[in-house]
């Protein structure tokens, strides 16, 4: 199926999922936003993960038992061996599941965070974050250490391929060798493949891509995304992949700077490495009524809130709503001085195209940009590396991931628990 006959579709689904989750009485919101940080929590033992559902804006935390991931034994009180134990949200599907990574890094004292990288594992699980249930993938290639560049994208898909209830296969995939290959993971297959590409992503997009967002799940594809370039996206499920790409908005493409994989001066490399964060705070790809939208806040003087939408075609971007931010705050008691940090983009509402969630001081406030005015906001409980937004259907909680049975790595337990 072609992606231009995909997103049409995505769009009647996701209006379809929109009013069952409004309609939901479920014990969770009908939709949550996670800290994108996951804690291991050494004292429980829980047979699954811990979700601490809040509504939105308030923010959601999800949590595994150490039990479960099969790190290393931590090390022996008074010993000189220091071991960096945490994970994180990888990715979200568009139905509620998590890509769950988990870090297990040991040095000897003192040591910096780069000596904790030498020597580090990496475990990572498919969840559902109402049931608890996690899914570990087997390791690539047999081997812990191997940890590609971290932006693994999750993609689910519903028996039939009808877009709607429990999924009956999924894929995790990460872009590979610039674009050419995936390295992908089917439930079905039940194991790791490295595939070629129809087509080499750098022939889509006028320069390499150097992604600075999660991967995001949507059409039927997975999309990576380069906040200062533009999007590459891949069905994960085809022979051979298909793969397309799309620039941002004219006037959002910034110059190129020099890449981290690129050799030469360091400083230049770390100082990429902090303009890509910085623009991640003001920029934001997501999913929000089945359209995948752009927005952007442009920094200094009214703080511009620009939001567009992919069209069907997935061939250009749509100017679909513009609001000046420092008036609607100051109306909803949020006065901005001219020295004011610019409203940082937290999360786009996935069924409120109109909603967008900021970062302002100490506090998430969402502004409905359609008529103009602030209309939520909860406190920050601690500063947030990211933020990743994630729905929740009613029938989550009594879903199962599925599996291909094989014994092994890719297993999950029997006996569930719900900590809500």
Not at 144 to 169: F, K, Y
Not at 312 to 321: F, G, N, P
Not at 401 to 407: A, F, H
Request: charged content about 20%; some cysteine.
């Amino acid at each position: 199926m072609s992606l231009r006959r995909l997103l049409p579709l995505s769009a009647a689904v996701s209006g379809n999922l929109r009013r069952s989750l409004s309609t939901a009485t479920s014990s969770h919101p009908p939709w949550a936003i996670l800290d994108y940080s996951s804690l291991v929590d050494r004292s429980s033992s829980a047979p699954g993960a811990c979700f601490r559902p809040v509504a939105p804006p308030g923010i959601s935390s999800i949590s595994a038992p150490a039990h479960l991931l099969g790190s290393r034994e931590r090390p022996a009180p008074y010993s000189n061996i220091v071991q960096l134990l945490g994970g994180d949200v990888r990715a979200a599907s568009g139905d509620g599941h998590l890509l769950l990574n988990y870090l297990d890094g040991q040095a000897e004292a003192p040591c910096t965070s780069w000596d904790l990288s030498e020597d580090m594992e990496i475990h990572r699980f498919v969840c559902n974050p109402v049931s608890g249930q996690m899914l570990r993938l087997p390791d690539i290639a047999g081997s812990r250490s191997i940890l590609l560049q971290n932006h693994m994208g999750l993609l689910t898909q519903a028996d039939g391929g009808s877009g709607r209830g429990p999924p009956g296969r999924f894929a995790v995939a990460e872009l590979v060798f610039d674009g050419r290959a995936l390295e992908r993971f089917l439930s079905d297959e039940g194991e790791w493949k490295t595939v070629l590409n129809s087509v080499p992503s750098r022939s889509l997009l006028p320069r390499r891509m150097q992604v600075n967002h999660e991967t995001v799940a949507f059409g039927g594809r997975l999309w990576w995304v380069d906040l200062t370039l533009g999007v590459v996206s891949v069905d994960p499920f085809g022979d051979p992949p298909e793969i397309c790409g799309i620039q941002l908005p004219s006037g959002s493409v910034l110059p190129a700077r020099v890449s981290p994989a690129e050799g030469g001066d360091f400083s230049k490399a770390e100082e990429n490495v902090k303009f890509m964060l910085e623009v991640a705070k003001y920029r934001r790809v997501g999913v929000s009524q089945g359209r995948l939208r752009y927005d952007e806040i442009t920094p200094g003087g009214p703080f511009l809130l620009s939001s567009f939408a992919l069209d069907d075609e997935a061939s250009a971007w749509k100017l679909e709503q513009q609001v000046e931010l420092r008036l609607v705050l100051a109306d909803g008691g949020y006065q901005l001085q001219h020295n004011s940090p610019t409203p940082q983009i937290a999360v786009l509402d996935p069924l409120n195209a109109g909603a967008v969630h900021l970062k302002v001081g100490e506090h998430v406030v969402v502004v409905d940009m359609h008529n103009e005015k602030v209309i939520g906001a909860s406190p920050l409980q601690d500063d947030y590396f990211s933020l990743v937004p994630c729905v929740l259907p009613p029938w989550l909680g009594a879903s199962r991931i599925p599996t291909t049975g094989k014994k092994g790595d890719m297993e999950a337990p029997d006996d569930l628990v719900i900590c809500l």
